[in-house]
């Protein structure tokens, strides 16, 4: 299984599902637009490998690794 926190700085991925339990964190993520068929591109990781800062739908976004890994993706 491929996820947000596997992707090459630079990559271009499309989202496939988030899993988790956490039903919060899983409708966060929805409302800031990873949502299924999306492209996401891994811009950088900060210095420690903590967050990653995506490119999704024309804007940036900071995600902690630790949600990444709920990303599938393909």
Same mark, same amino acid.
């Given at each position: 299984?491929? =996820? $947000? &926190?596997?992707? @090459? %700085?630079? %990559? +271009? #991925? @499309?989202v496939k599902n988030i899993v988790g339990d956490?039903?919060?964190?899983?409708?966060?993520?929805?409302? !800031?637009?990873? =949502?299924?068929? =999306? *492209?996401? +591109? *891994?811009?950088?990781? &900060?210095?420690?490998?903590?967050?990653?800062? $995506?490119? #999704?739908?024309?804007?940036?976004?900071?995600?902690? $690794? &630790?949600?990444? !890994? !709920?990303? @599938?993706?393909?």
């Amino acid at each position: 299984m491929n =996820t $947000l &926190a596997s992707v @090459e %700085q630079g %990559q +271009t #991925v @499309e989202v496939k599902n988030i899993v988790g339990d956490d039903k919060a964190l899983v409708r966060r993520l929805l409302d !800031l637009g990873i =949502t299924p068929k =999306t *492209k996401v +591109t *891994k811009v950088r990781t &900060a210095p420690f490998g903590d967050p990653i800062e $995506l490119s #999704v739908r024309g804007y940036s976004l900071t995600m902690r $690794l &630790a949600d990444a !890994l !709920l990303v @599938e993706v393909i």
